[in-house]
């Protein structure tokens, strides 16, 4: 049996056994004497009776074993110009110091911090500041308009608010600081503090209940870490749902620092004093894990760039860097090789540095094409690893586990289930489907530690959306399948969630933007293929009886609200003017069936069709491939 094999199969037999053994690699203040908490099915609990703090796992623990002079985080931005190392030693006095200032404002255990800052040290100094106090973070991603920051600063209700005064993006700089004005503005809650981060590029105006970042942690004092249960809560991370609210997906304190502890040396092989690069943005679930904790956690060193694949200066951003910074492993969206690929498609770039160090490209957050698959094989010579996964689990549910047993590369799978997760695949009953068949691809509950307890003071919602469809399993929201040989093949959602770019979003969201256009009468917003993004959404609209509108206008009206009730991460730049949308008898529109022709799966049309026509005229529409733009 391989070391795979017997893993996978002590995880499933005796899981007490394998993660209180895996729990050893974590300092704790109380070990736990318990590993699964079954009391509360269908809600699981993992180590119910350990007590520990994060930030002591991610920082001074290193620090105390001697490490204080390693470099804890590599930052590196071509958009400012600026390149800095930060030691763990550097990153303690940073860290606690930011904790003292937090305590000052009033922030203690299970309090909540909203972080809304571009990728800069200092977010990561403010995320391990609030997880010190044994209080709960929730950064939300700087792409956000202030709605969405406002949806999440009412459902997490901070003491604080932690902002940095722009963010810059390669064409334009961006002030955050009237964002985050707005988004207070409009919520219902309101913190007590906003800290700011001052950026040389673009100082904000402060006022009233406004702090300087600089100011306050000059005078502050470092704090202690607060020790915690295992099951409190470290961060909310939102995430798009179906419809309505983001949905407030909460991480435990001590399965999360598990989980990411055996996670980065068995899935990514990476140890103490290796570098990884995870180029994603701590706004992030990615970001979360992988630039944040389970690298320093395990005391590894994590980069930190502030740029783009192409264009910061050109498409060798990331193998400059992998030179300068001898990275052993990089992990991005397949988008982000997409990117490179356009511009430097014969490699020529690729070929002037020296990656030497680099063992593994990690592929995850949206489907590793094929293509993208073999031209990085080919031009990066090292094993190209597609990851799957997502913000609820936090962690890889199937993955080729590079540090545990690498196994042959299958062009469009991440391999196999990882030890803890029962992936299953399943029919619209709930049957179980053969080796190779399509399905609802599900998880056997209970999950892992580090997968989702709940979702934030919610916990029938997180019930009914993840645990009703099939009983006694957690419905991962993905339709695939598990070939002979046990790989998993994911092929895309089975709900109206949508990878732009390797970025979630709803669909429904924005159909709800859509929608509220005084000369709109009804719409759909479809995902469709992108050459770079994987997806982009694509707006079909019904418009009123004798409305009379330009469609360029109309269309420049919906984009521009867009941007400016969800964001310009959302991406919607194509809005069609359509004669009818296809429905039901009953009139519901067939968002699944122009969902499946836009996928290529017109397998999945149901034959209720009604009106074929209409559908017909669609279909182009839906299957059109966005030419490649500059
Ligand atoms: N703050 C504010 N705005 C942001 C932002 C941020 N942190 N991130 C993106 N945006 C804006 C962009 O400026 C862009 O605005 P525009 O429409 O005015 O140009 C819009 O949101 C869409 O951004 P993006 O989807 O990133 O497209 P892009 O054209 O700027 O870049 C890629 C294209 C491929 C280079 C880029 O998407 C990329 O690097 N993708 C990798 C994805 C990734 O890391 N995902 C994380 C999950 S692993
Ligand atoms: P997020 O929560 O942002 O990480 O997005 C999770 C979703 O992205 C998953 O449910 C999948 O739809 C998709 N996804 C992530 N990784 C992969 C992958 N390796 N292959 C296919 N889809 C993926």
Redesign the pocket.
Known sequence: MGSYEAAYRLAETDPEYFWLVAARAISWDAFPKKALDSSQAPLYRWFPDGELNTCFNAVDRHVRAGHGDRDAIIYDSPVTGVKRKVSYTQLQDQVSRFAGVLAGLGVSKGDRVVIYM??IPEAVVAMLATARLGAVHSVV????APAELAARIDDAAPKVIVAASC?I????T?A?KPLVDEAITLSHHKPTATIVFQRPELPAELHDGDHDWSVLIENAHPHECVSVNATDPLYILYTSGTTGKPKGVVRDNGGHAVAMQWSLGNVYDIGPGDVFW????V?????HSYIVYAPLIVGATTVMFEG????TPDAGAFWRMIEEYKINAL???P??I??IKREDHEGVLIAQYDLSSLKALFQ???RLDPDTYFWATEHLKIPVIDNWWQTETGWPIAANLRGLEPMPIKAGSPTVAVPGYNVQVVDGEGLHVAAGVEGSIVIKLPMPPGTLPTLWGDDQRYIDSYLMTFEGYYTTGDGGMIDEDGYVFVLGRTDDVIN?????LSTGSMEAVVASHPLVAECAVIGVQDQ??GQIPRAFVVLKAGADIDPSVLEREIVQSI?QEI?????L?EVVVVQALPKTRSGKILRRTMRAIADGRPEAIPGTIEDVRVLDAITPLLKSVKSETP
């Open positions: 571009p990728m991603f700087g792409g956000f963010g993006e390669p064409n334009r961006i955050y995870a180029a994603s943005d706004g992030w679930v990615v970001g783009k694949p192409v264009g992990f991005c969206a988008t982000a997409r990117a995850a957050g949206e732009v770019a390797g970025h979630r770079l993004k941007r964001g310009a991460v959302a991406a730049k």
